[in-house]
């Protein structure tokens, strides 16, 4: 690919920090996990941060550390990456869908107040493509249920609300450090909290239920601790947390250079209504843009919905197909924003999910693209993508 639509730029800064505990020799979770865990409180202002192996496994621990029963149920968007729903299943809980809405991406809060019953026992808003949900309405619809927030802002970095960084108004906010991420150690996740009350809880979890609540401190070769959960592996390396912590110290570069590729984008695709990222940015709200989203043919894909007429909505995903694989001729990646889960077979055979179950979902995934935008994406290269979009649309 001439443009691919993601792609992970490292400094010479970089590779001399990851050569750090090679050179050191040590390599497992230790004093580079803490520095990066250190460093992410302090940039999101949460209390805490818990460094994992995955967005994914930062998702289980958070979902998991809250001993849910069989029956509960857990509200999921409909369109995100498929772990959103995987951790529901995977502790044995019930996946319940919501659908989003078409012009943030994001839950859809009427759907939302519709969806929660009395076993709803926790929603997992998603920050998707780093365009946050502000988790203060979400809130205010649960009132005084007890029903937890876990924040996926596995898209969410450098994502505001009112100058609140996502992902720490939730009982635990969980994000990515895979390499389409604005920070990426390969892989890698964080979870962020401000409840002391789960911190030794996660990190006990964390390290195969190591106890980390007493404070029994003894040298003897003799002793090993105790452990009081049937925990998991999810320990970050110090390698990976080094890839991090110098990733950080730039990290508003990085967030820079991404808005300045949207600005342009946005300005482009402003005067024409055939393709465009149909996201109004709210006031006090700031998109960490980990993905530039778009959606073909928007006023026909918003009329399909409307009239429920998924016949045609087929119609725009076949011609949005040809659209992109035009695209990958001219060297330029693209990819469908994300998955439409319920459509996914697991969920669908298991839940019986029409694919027009949730709409919007549905549509954002066979009718939407993303295109490239990370930093380090030329300005002859970014002029390159636009004029290939245009020629294709004239
Ligand atoms: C990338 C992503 C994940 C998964 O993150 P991993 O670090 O790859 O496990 C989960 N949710 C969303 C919304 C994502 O975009």
């Known amino acids: 690919m001439k443009v691919p639509i993601s792609k992970s730029i490292f400094t010479q800064e970089d590779m001399s920090h990851v ?17 990066f865990e250190s460093m992410w ?17 930062a998702l289980f621990l958070s979902i998991d550390s809250l001993n849910l029963e069989e029956d509960d149920e857990v509200i999921v968007p409909a369109l995100s990456w498929i772990s959103t729903a995987n951790v529901v299943e995977n502790v044995g809980c019930k996946t319940v869908f919501c659908d989003i809405d078409l012009s943030t991406f ?25 365009y946050p949900v502000d988790i203060e309405i979400i809130k205010e619809i649960i009132g005084d249920r007890k029903i937890y927030i876990i924040e996926d802002a596995a898209c969410g970095f450098g994502a505001y609300v009112n100058d609140i960084h996502v992902g720490t108004k939730g ?28 911190l030794n809880k ?10 980390y609540g007493s404070d029994i401190q003894n040298n003897k070769p003799s002793f090993m601790k105790d452990h009081e959960n ?20 730039r990290a508003d570069q990085i967030l820079r250079e991404r808005h300045d590729i949207a600005n342009i984008y946005d300005e482009a695709f402003n005067s024409n209504n055939q393709i465009g990222n149909p996201i109004i940015i709210e006031e006090n709200f700031i998109h960490g843009y980990q993905s530039y989203a778009c959606i073909f043919k928007p006023k026909d894909v918003k009329k399909a919905l409307l009239t429920g007429n998924y016949e045609s909505l087929i119609n725009i995903s076949e011609n949005r197909n040809k659209f992109m694989d035009e695209l990958a001729n001219a060297g330029i990646g693209t990819r469908p924003p994300t998955h439409a889960i319920h459509t996914l077979s697991y969920y669908r055979d298991k839940y019986k ?6 709409p919007s979902a549905w549509a954002a995934n066979i009718c939407g693209f993303s295109i490239p935008i990370f930093p380090g994406l030329t ?13 294709y649309l004239n």
């Open 106 to 130: 994001n839950i859809n809060l009427d759907d939302l107040r519709s969806k929660i019953t009395n076993n709803t026992k926790a929603i997992i808003p998603v920050h998707l493509f780093g």
């Open 202 to 211: 996660i990190r006990s979890l964390r390290d195969h239920g190591m106890d």
């Open 171 to 198: 009982t635990f906010g969980c994000f990515s450090f895979h390499p389409r991420k604005a920070i990426s150690t390969g892989e890698g996740g964080m979870i962020t909290l401000n409840d002391k009350k789960y």
């Open 19 to 35: 050569l750090q505990p090679l050179s050191d020799g040590w390599v497992v979770q230790g004093p580079k996990v803490e520095r």
């Open 353 to 358: 999910t029409r694919p027009h179950d949730y």
């Open 230 to 249: 049937a925990g998991y592996n999810f320990r970050m390396t110090d390698i990976q947390a080094s890839l991090g912590i110098s990733q950080m110290n």
């Open 41 to 57: 409180s302090q940039f999101t202002k949460a209390e805490y941060s818990i460094a994992t192996t995955s967005c994914t496994s």
């Open 379 to 391: 300005e002859e290269d970014q002029n390159y993508v636009i004029e290939t979009i245009f020629k």
